[in-house]
């Protein structure tokens, strides 16, 4: 970290002791050349903090140098201009620059690097450049990425009806365009930013963006000019290299296409590279795949586990061997598959690798040889390639070549095999990067060695031309010890004042006539010599000759690289899908999952199903397996017992199978048969998100009512709960309404899952044909009770809560008294008859259950437009239904 004393740009510090003078803002501090030159750069940039590199330093001036300095942990400093004021200043060394730039991203600010790119001449003022705009969504490089995530940066554009998305990921230069209906307030606009891992939205400056909509993401609001239908459509043909955007399916999706032009806008102003030979366009739609809401990530724990630690659904899958492998899991949760086709073709891959052990071992060792393929090669079309990204993708290079050899030596699946194929890099990478870098690289290419010797004869002869030289300077020591008689005689370099002779203060009147004085020490004098100072020349300037040709020969091969970037991206693709396939495997094998049968009915058929995340917390043969069945015949299952006893496991479990199942992985059951979902919907517990200030019941009402709104007969409904939030009247009212609801309305029928601890629900199962009860087992001795997590027919018949109170730990006295008061309530006011499920006796309070579903249909008919034959079938079809 920077103090205000030791480190300062040289030619910006003020020697002047501190003095309480005014401080100055930018427009009327000094005139000088380079704060001419950083106002107009200020002015194009008004919205980063830009950063200016001074010699070893990058600066901060004015408000940015206010805005940065706590959030960087930088102490204020200031540049005087005589009587005028001060101008506020902080700065950081420049090996710092990554770690200053992530946390100015953290903080939600954008950093402009403004860095020299001419040479530097003393005397002469340096050329400066703004050379990148860093923002959470433009960011290629290695240090400020996490291996195991993605970053998009998200244009949107609402047009009246629909909101057009355009998804960018600068490092893989994939861009989907999508629209959703309606504007940035609806739902599924929020759903898409989460599956898209959106870290920055762009919107046209007024467009009114609720808190919450965006998720994490930073919300910038660009120039509505940037969002122009011409202009977009401008872009893309620029930077696709197409003359005409016909064959992309862009006319389709036009809010979309102006979303992508402010994307590519702002692309060009974050320095970001488009490579047409990598960029892809995708047109997609919302419903392509199984789309899920943020409660249903959060409630299967797909990427953090509820209550913050423990293994999140991506860890327990993830034995993947690359980033681009991890990656691809993670995207795969985010959009689980409802063809079943595709399904299948990624659980063959499963399978083919779980048969062959051997294969497997094989692959994984080959997996690790890759490097994270995708961004080096990012590195390399954005021009920022180290030599040792090049030597990783050397590396990769060959890695490939063994990767695809171990599966087509093993006849695999279809999709393991065209993988396979995609992982070979271009012709002739291999070699020549085997041919030009050196087997050690060194961080920088301004270190030098990174070439090969023999790999350039123009580099071979300057180094030889350096090497005779340097040899020179290595005897010197010895052979002017010898001439001068001084034994302790030693010559030296440093980078100021270059190589000398330096003699101890002692032997100084032995020093000979030709010893030039260079600089005077403590205990010692440093000298030079014609002869030394023509060596050294020759040592310096052919260094110097040496890694500009060095970095003449690492910039061909970064070209090299970047021309065979959609190839490389193919590999990429190619190994992540092999690695996606193998961790899944692995998993598979490990914790005894089985392959699920997919298919396209309603069905979902489960044997000996286990929650896989409470699985592993508990530790093996410690979690009990359920079944479960849902078909045409029963629709919902009413699941009742006492808090605790397992009913939300079994309901996430379930959802988790599902999910698992249509990602394309095995699953945590005996046996399995799923019929795809179109969605999984949750709604389980109340959460602690209330930041809106609603209550507890207006969120669980207001997920309910989203829930019924937009499910389908293809959905699977997981509602844990409902009505708990408010008194128990109301709330066995409520949750019965909403269960006759999903039965009887006609676009809903879905497969659900009802869990409550009112056990006078189970009333519904003798009134609605579709609907089963279940409960979780417990046993009784007395006043104990024990869990047994087991789900069987039927309904529970007493809620037990004081049961659970007792365990959680309540006082005796509190618990006898509440028996008491319950038993006084259940006197005199029987809420339900306590006695067996589904049977007549049973008064619910209120809400007594809604007209029989035949007895609605019968009043709906329209008689007078019937014909007498078609009155009759009808009277048949009701006839039937009443008395099924
Ligand atoms: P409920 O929803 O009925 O209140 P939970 O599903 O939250 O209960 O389960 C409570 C605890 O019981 C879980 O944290 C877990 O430790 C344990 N549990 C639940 N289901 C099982 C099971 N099938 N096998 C073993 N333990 C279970």
Known sequence: MRTSSNVRAPHLVTTTP???????????????PILREYRAIKADFPDAIVLARLGDFFEMFGPDAEKAA?????????????????LPMCGFPHQ??????????????????????????????????ITRVLSPGMVVEAELLEAASVSRCVGLFVLPGATGIAAFDPNTQHLELLEVAGDVSGGALADELARLDATEVLVPVGTPVPAAFAGDARVTPLAAALFDPARAADRLRGATGAIALDGLGVAAVPAALRAAGAVLAYCERARIVISPELLRIQVSTTDRAMRLDAHTRRNLELFTRLGGSGTSLLQLLDATRTPMGVRMLRARLHEPLIDVADITRRLDSVDALLGARDVRRRLRDALAGVRDLERLVARCVQGIATPRDLGAIRDTCAALDAVASVVRDAAGSPELIDAAANCVAPEGLHARLQALLAEDLPTTAADGGSIRPGADAELDTLRGAGSSARTYLAALEASERERTGIRSLRVGYNRVFGYYIEVPNAQRERVPDGYA???TLAGAERFTTPDLKEHESIVLQTRERAIAREMELLGEATALVAGGARALADAAAGVATLDVAQSLAMVAEELHWVRPSVDASTRLRIIGGRHPLVERTLGPGRFVPNDLTLDDEARIVVLTGPNMAGKSTYLRQTASIVLLAQIGSYVPAEEATIGVCDRIFTRIGAHDDLSGGLSTFMVEMAETAAILRQASARSLVILDEIGRGTSTYDGVSIAQAVVEYLHDAPQLNCRTLFATHFHELTVLAGQLPRVRNARVEVVEDGAEITFLHRIVPGGADRSYGVHVARLAGIPGGVLVRARQLLADLERARPLGGGGDHGSDQLTLPIAAPGPHPVMREL???????MTPIAALNKLVELHDRAVR
């Not at 959030?71 to 540049?79: P, Y």
């Not at 009043?859 to 437009?865: F, I, V």
């Open 18 to 32: 501190e003095a309480p003078r005014q401080t100055l803002d930018l427009a009327t501090a000094g005139d000088t």
């Open 70 to 86: 706590p959030t960087l942990g930088l102490a204020l400093t200031g540049r005087g201009f005589g009587a005028a004021g001060r």
């Open 96 to 129: 710092a620059l990554a770690q200053h730039v992530r946390k100015l991203l953290d903080s939600g600010h954008s950093a402009a690097i403004w860095d020299q790119v001419g040479e530097v001449v003393a005397g002469r003022l340096v050329r400066r450049a």
């Open 517 to 519: 004085r260079k600089q």
């Open 859 to 865: 009043a709906s008919l329209e008689l007078d437009a």
